[in-house]
């Protein structure tokens, strides 16, 4: 996951920040907290140091809080924008590449390369999960579609009740 976190805070956030020469992206992309955030964490991890008691305690409480927080705030938004556009063709095309498409090429890939079963099963799950609930709140930060972007997480989200256990269940059927 380390990886994904780096390129989504790196590469992804590029996209919206609206500098437009090379230096001024690089700035904000190195400077950005939640790089920031990653590299502290990676230095920690590496390097065995613990953070005190307190100052851990109270990072672990905020990320508690950070999934009830953006489940409210997309109930907002879905209750201003409804549920018509939740199965619109959009979110139902983007919910198909990323519950299924995309599942389906990393166990493609895995197979054809020989990966070891438990790492091309958990590689597929983690290709198989919804759109991340930041989705939509980078949406209303970064002023894009935020009805859009809660819809696809909401039916990527639903959708992954009923195809993450068919994937466990194929899984299951291909390497026994």
Known sequence: MIPLRIVMWTAGIS????????????????????????????????????????????????????????????GMVLSEAGFKGILSRETLAFSFLRLIAIPAVVLLFCALFHVDSFITGLSVLLAAMPAGST??????????????????????????????????????????
């Open 135 to 176: 989705t939509s709140v980078l949406a209303e930060q970064y002023n894009t579609d935020v009805a859009f972007a809660s819809n696809i997480v909401i039916c990527t989200t639903i959708g992954s009740i009923l195809l993450l256990p068919a994937w466990v269940a194929l899984f299951q059927l291909i390497f026994g």
């Open 15 to 74: 996209y919206f920040e609206g500098q437009t020469d090379f230096k001024s992206k690089i700035k904000k992309i190195v400077t950005h907290p939640c790089i920031v955030s990653v590299f502290i964490g990676l230095i920690l991890m590496l390097s065995g140091i613990q953070m005190p008691s307190a100052l851990s305690q109270t990072m672990s409480a905020l990320g508690r809080c950070s999934t009830p927080l953006i489940m409210i705030f997309l």
